[in-house]
């Protein structure tokens, strides 16, 4: 069988290298994260950072890519606008990619979306509770009915997005908030699928049903196929109409 | 300005006229409901409960009603056949429904939806705080961006509907549960709208934010045209093709 | 791989078994359908009949089928109610089922549906040209972007159905008249397939083009879970909040 | 009653002002579009073309505008992305869209559906068939169940467009094509309208379905509500939870 070819992306910003997140995550989360995808015999997962070259994602990594993973926050608007247009052009040409936590203002996110991502947020360090919506959905198999983070930024409806395809997953905050926090989106030959839980300062990465999730996402959002182009083919008449 | 005929439909059984209900509703959640509905100039709302002849939903009854409003809970199954697919055939060609509360279980939106209606709950006076997820919608216009409900009975995701056309709002519950308590549907020409809030053992429809979204519904369910009939029409060739 | 067990089932009237008709298919369109998708190897093809007991489709076939194939025209309304509540809630709780040409009238369609399925027909014997609209779904996979049927019965929009989850394919008729002919939808945890394509005066299932899609459709529609049961518990309040 | 204020844009390149064209729009496209609208009495159309300053869209004048119509053909890269950023920011903050024809290609197009907006075509006077889907959808009031356009360039599938919200209507062309040719889509606050028929050298926007339809378009896109901005709010925990 053929593996899934997974890029985890994270801006890995000067935040990310500070003692608080080091502790949880050594080496950034996008190696967090890429390590537990890699226990799963169908995935292959590598890594990029914002500070590599062409931000680690030049067209030949992409091209190889099936799944593109997004983790930034800080940095959103440190990301060149060409990179950006290449991400999202593969997507519409059947590269899955997976957004998590705050890449909802990621720039790619919003290029996809058409939309402005926004919602409300606070910093509490309150419970999570994840509630499954869709059981028979593929991203939720193995995933029990709900479970709890015991830490995560609170983020709260209205979410700025377009009606998501499938909500999969929708988030209880200790503090009083809901939010929409696993919904899947598709654009062209790409499948979307964000995912709120994922703060830095929280082991939120090293849940076991967060892993599945994200692990359960990429084999979801792997292409079906990848098209060479979209461009806007001057046709023919049918010879036999 | 025409004025949009609602019809409140209540099964209105035996545990609706004990004590605990009669002190909230003393002559029925349907006629609370059209008195706040009677209040907006544009509507003229009548009621019908299960006791009345064919239900109360005679033809020349759903003829004339533009909306109709659902609630039933413990006598789901003593609604004639016949009677449920007279209301789902109007809402085809037309008619909005809005059904309320427990209704999720009730033969008409069963049979519109073509789900179970499953969801989880209990019965525990919890706090609900509904939330807002559709701002611009026009079932949301005059809706705080959240408000609280001091008592409610729980229901739970997942719940088991089709993926709505839209989610306008999302319920927190103080238990830790979530749900999709406001969802909207079409079918055909009628325009479907869920709304959890609304147990009878709680004074829920004297809430003013609960008031307005009702009221709201129904100028949102209120048909832009009522069809004759759906039937499969044998139609000829066009002339010049 | 565990294989997909799939029951085809036809109503296989009278004027199936005329003479137009039998020199088509000598046995009946199930029987061919069956053929052709057992070619595939990840596939298991049984076939079932209005005139079997109980249709065919005892508990016992069902709770052994991964998807269902539809066929019935003539004698929609003789099948039995409890089938069809028996069918649609297998389909609720994870059963695929694909429905094929007038099918769209059947009872479990409409049951699942919601919807009248209401269109515009005529027997005219009209070339039929079915285009791709979703090239990167899976049921469209080895389907060339059109293709053509050389006589089929001619359907019309506008066709009484809730929006699809995914518009797969839209057909164009020589007369005049376009059609969305491959549509997707979900009803809790079962999916579903509509596809217009095969009157049965006509060899349309010797198609190759529309074999192709037929075996994706089965594919596609292979459930992920099938739940025992879609009840709605009453849940305890969560341990710790 | 409000009025509908509707800003009818249009790049109105050399092209269109050559005798072909001109014979059939002496103004210009934009100029006989809000004509027409202005024939309604609940809208004020006014005109802003490509060569204005700002390109015709400064703050102050989407700031004014309830719904904007979007024409563009051969000059979409020579639109400033500052105008194209303002534009789809006002959709979201709930101004209506409402894009015809070629602006499939724009840049406020696909900044807001997230797509290429890829489809095939040719430049050949078929006649095209524009056949309604949903009959009660507010945009179909008053159309006929199907018209014809004599002339039209045609349009095919694949159309690069995410799902629809509501696929309201679909084209036949007399070449033997189909395409999408009327789907609604919601971005945030702001609704959009996408209508394929007008190309330049036909006289289309002079047929009587065609200005029903933008007509019925602009009062289905008009802003429920527009809102001031879309950041993302830190918000505190509720007093009381």
Redesign the interface.
């Known amino acids: 069988m053929k593996k899934i070819n997974v890029t985890v992306w994270n801006e890995y910003g000067d935040d990310q290298k500070e003692k608080a997140v080091k502790d949880i995550y050594p080496h950034g989360m996008h190696i967090t994260i890429a390590e537990f995808l890699n226990k799963d015999e169908s995935i292959i997962a590598k890594t990029a950072v914002m500070q590599d070259a062409e931000h680690g994602l030049k067209e030949e990594v992409l091209a190889d890519t099936d799944v593109l993973i997004w983790w930034g926050h800080m940095l959103h608007d440190n990301v060149e606008d060409y990179v950006v247009n290449r991400v ?1 052009d593969h997507v ?1 040409r ?1 590269m899955g990619i997976i957004f998590l936590h705050s890449a909802h ?1 990621s720039k790619p996110f919003m ?12 910093e ?1 360090g309150e419970r999570a ?1 994840i ?8 991203i939720a ?1 193995g995933v029990p ?2 479970f ?1 983070v015991e830490n995560e930024e ?1 983020y ?5 997005i ?2 998501p ?3 999969v997953f ?9 939010f ?1 926090s696993g919904v899947t ?5 790409g499948r979307i699928f964000y995912f709120q839980s994922g703060h830095e300062t929280y082991p939120v990465y090293h849940n076991e049903h967060v892993q599945k999730i994200i692990t359960n996402s990429v084999k979801w959002a792997a ?3 990848k ?1 060479n182009s ?9 010879e ?2």
């Open positions: 999202t519409r059947g203002k290029q996809l979306l058409g939309t402005s991502g926004s919602l409300g947020w606070r509490a509770r509630w499954t919506c869709e059981p028979s959905h593929p198999q009915n709900q709890a609170t709260s409806e209205p979410f700025g377009p009606q395809l499938e909500t929708i988030s209880w905050f200790s503090g009083g908030n809901v929409r989106f598709q654009r062209e030959n292409p079906v196929i098209v979209l461009d806007c083919p001057n046709i023919q008449q049918l036999k109409i």
